[in-house]
T-cell receptor, first 113, second 114 residues
């Protein structure tokens, strides 16, 4: 079975400051890794994913995440946040041959002006 | 291209009642997964339907059941509602049941059991 731990439940950050959201996972088999964002009263939107290849993946809105197999981590970073980045962020894993996503508990990001 | 549509958006039910939630998958997607997201927690996998057959189930009791129709839309049924069933129920569709297919989530149905 897989599990996902998001080490911070809440991260307050000032506008234009950098942010890092930490995600660690455990799995005995190969996994795919995902970050989803959830805005208030909405569903989940895929932010970025790691399937294979380059360990650094980027999204179109400035987020990036790095897969570190030895540390079983997939931390999410953004060098400069905007007010509109206020949301809850979920890290998730799925077995490469599996069909279900296992989510972490989420990290709530509050961007302050 | 339409996304994933869920109905209703909000629902209030009494303990012991039964509820049916509906999901229309994204055009071209043949797989639907259902997740339960309790307040302040990450989503939990309930089950998945692929080509009208259940294709995996999470740790949920049998009173949680589902259907997938020939047009790939889906229903989630919950019998004998309990207070702990209060949650946001999310539907996700995908082009296939596994592999590197991406999942498109709907906005969810918020169920409150009183």
């Amino acid at each position: 079975a897989q599990s996902v731990t998001q080490l911070d439940s809440q991260v307050p950050v000032f506008e234009e400051a950098p942010v890092e959201l930490r995600c660690n996972y455990s799995s005995s088999v190969s996994v795919y890794l995902f970050w989803y964002v959830q805005y208030p009263n909405q569903g989940l939107q895929l932010l970025l994913k790691y399937l294979s290849g380059s360990t650094l993946v980027e999204s179109i809105n400035g987020f990036e995440a790095e897969f570190n197999k030895s540390q079983t981590s997939f931390h999410l970073r953004k060098p400069s946040v905007h007010i509109s980045d206020t949301a809850e962020y979920f890290c998730a894993v799925r077995r490469a041959a599996g069909n279900k996503l296992t989510f972490g508990g989420g990290t709530r990001v509050l961007v302050k002006p | 291209e339409t996304g994933v549509t869920q109905s209703p958006t909000h629902l209030i039910k009494t303990r012991g009642q039964q509820v049916t939630l509906r999901c229309s998958s994204q055009s071209g997607h043949n797989t639907v997964s259902w997740y339960q997201q309790a307040l302040g927690q990450g989503p939990q996998f309930i089950f998945q339907y692929y080509r009208e057959e259940e294709n995996g189930r999470g740790n949920f009791p049998p009173r949680f059941s589902g259907l997938q129709f020939p047009n790939y839309s889906s229903e989630l049924n919950v019998n004998a509602l309990e207070l702990d069933d209060s949650a946001l129920y999310l539907c996700a569709s995908s082009l296939g049941a596994g592999g590197d297919y991406g999942y498109t989530f709907g906005s969810g149905t918020r169920l409150t059991v009183v």
